[in-house]
C-alpha cells in the first residue's frame, strides 16, 4: 500500500498520474478537508471532490476542477435569484454535493459519505478525509479573516495575508484508518501540493505530524515549488506568510521532521545540491505536469524512489519492479 | 383583489390566463403543499413551484411543470450515483429548491420562503402556501400508503385508490394571510383542480372552508370534470375513493357548503340543467385550455361571473369592466 497526502490541483494532477502507474485499491489517499465549505446549504469538499473525480475518470482536465462536460445552469438559476455564484459548481458536479449533504444530515460522517459516493463511482482507491470533525482553514489579510474558498477563488488570493490558522484542529481527530495508513504504507508520497494551505492542514490535526514521524515506509514530498515560484496558485505569498521561503529549502522545512526524500525539479539542481549537504535525499526529475505523460512520469519516477527507499540495501532497478518501471 | 385557490397542472394554467387578464398584485394564491417532499435532502413544493413559474413567466408549458428549456444533467448524474430519478428535477429548477431548502434550515417559514423567492422573480402576484405546517396528502393503496408524488409521478397513478387522508392537517393553521385573503376578497376562484388532491388538502386545514362559508365575494368553482371525466390525471379515480361521482355534480357536492357558482364546460349543459334544480348557480362556458387564447378566455369569464357575482343587483355588464371585457 502507498499512502498519497493531497490536496489542490496540484495534488489532483498527481494522483492522476499515479492512479494510471499501479493498482488503484493499493492506494490510500489522506484528503485535506480544510477547503470545505457550506455552499448553497450544501456541503462541498473541494479536495476531496477532486480526488474522487480524478480517480473515477469524470474530472475536468481542462480546468482542473469539477466534472468533465459539466454545464452551469444552475448556477445561472441561482445568480438570477440572487444568490452568490462566485463558486462554481455544475449541475453534475451539484449530484455529489446533494448526495454528500443528505448523507451527513442522516447522520454519516464524513469518512462514511465519501466512501458511498466512491463505491457509487467505482472508485477502487481508498479516499480518506483527514478528519470527520471540521477544521476550516482561515486566511488572516487586511480586510479581515476569510474562508480559503473566499481568499482563493471568490478573491483571486489577491489579499496579502498576515497569516493562515486551522480553525478546529486542536480539537479534531484524524479520520478512522487515516494513521494506520500513514504508518503501515510501504512508502508515504506527499503530493506536489501548497505545503501550508493543502498538506498544512492535514498536519494540524493531532496524531497525523506523529504518525509521519513514525512511519514504517519513506516519507516522500514532491516540490510544488519549481525555481523559486509555485508551479500554480498561492502557495508562494502563504509559505513567506508562514516564513517559509518560496524554494525547495522551504518545502524541506515545512516537514523537516518526516521528510526522507524531496523529489525537486530538474531545474533545482543546484538548490538540491545544497540541501543534500544537510543530509536529506533529494532526487531531481521532471515535476511540472503538462500532459498525461508527463504525470505518469512523475508518477513513476516517484514510485521507484519509494521502491528504492523501501529496498534501500538492493538495487533500485531491482527493487522498482513492483511500481512499475522507470521512464527516466 | 381575487383569491385564487389552486393545485395542480390545471391549476397553472388557469392562473397562467388569470395573470395576463388582471393585474397580477390584485392576485392572492392559496396553493396547496399536500404534495410536498423531500427530494434529495432538498425541500421540494411542486404546486408552490409551478405557481411561481407561471406568475414569474418561467413555467415550462410543454410539460406543465418544471422551468422551460431546462436540462436534466443533475438528475442524470444522480442517477449515476443510484440516486432516485423518478422525480424530474432540472437544473435550472433546482436553484428554487436549493434556496428554499437554507431558507428552510435557516428557521424562515414557508410563507417567508415562498416570499422571498417570489421577490427575486419579480413575482407580483401573493403566492400563499396553504399551511406553514407540514400537511401531507397520503394515498391509501392496495401495495399500501403512498405520498401523492410516489402516487402520482413514480406509479403514474396507475393503483387502485382505498381513500386520502392529509396527515398533520388536524394540527395545521392556515399560513399568515390565507383566512384574510379568503374572506376579504371580491370574490375567491377555485381553479379547476382536482377536488380531492389539489382542493382536498387546502380545505383540510382548520379554518379555511370555514372562512370559505363566511366569504364576503361570491365563491366561484371551475369544474375540472368534463364530461364525467377529468380533463387530466386522477381526479376521477380519487373522487370515486372518496364517494364523490366523478361529474360536475360530484364538484358541486365537494364544496357544496361554501360553492356560489360553478363554472362547467358547455358540454356539461344538460347536467348544469339538473344542478340548477337544487338552488346553485352553474355557468357553462368553454372550461378546456388547449392554447394561450383558451386560457385567457377562461379566466376573463369566471372574472365576468365574479363581476356579476359581486354586483348582483346590477347589469352584468357593467360588472364586468373592472376585471375586463368578456368574450363569449
Redesign the interface.
Known sequence: MICVLTGGTGGAKFVDGLRQVMPPEEITLVVNTGDDLMW???YVSPDIDSITYVLSGLLSRERGWG?KG??F??L???G????PTWFHTG??????H??R??LL?EGKTLSEATSV?CD??AVKAHILPMSDSRVETRVDTPIGELSFEEYFVQRWYQDPVNSVRFAGASDAEPAPGVIDAIVSAHAVLIAPSNPVTSIGPILAVPGIREALCRAQGKVIAVSPIVANAAVAGPAGILMAAEGLPCSIAGIARAYEDFLDVLIADTRDAGAAEALRGNGLRVQCTQTIMRSAEDKMALAKTVLSFAAAGLLSDKPAARAAAPFGSVND
Chains 1, 2 share one sequence.
Open positions: 448553497w446549504g450544501l466534472v459539466d454545464t445552469l444552475c445561472q438559476a441561482m438570477q435569484l440572487g444568490e449541475d453534475r458536479d451539484l449530484a455529489v446533494l448526495l449533504s443528505r444530515a459516493i457509487k463511482l
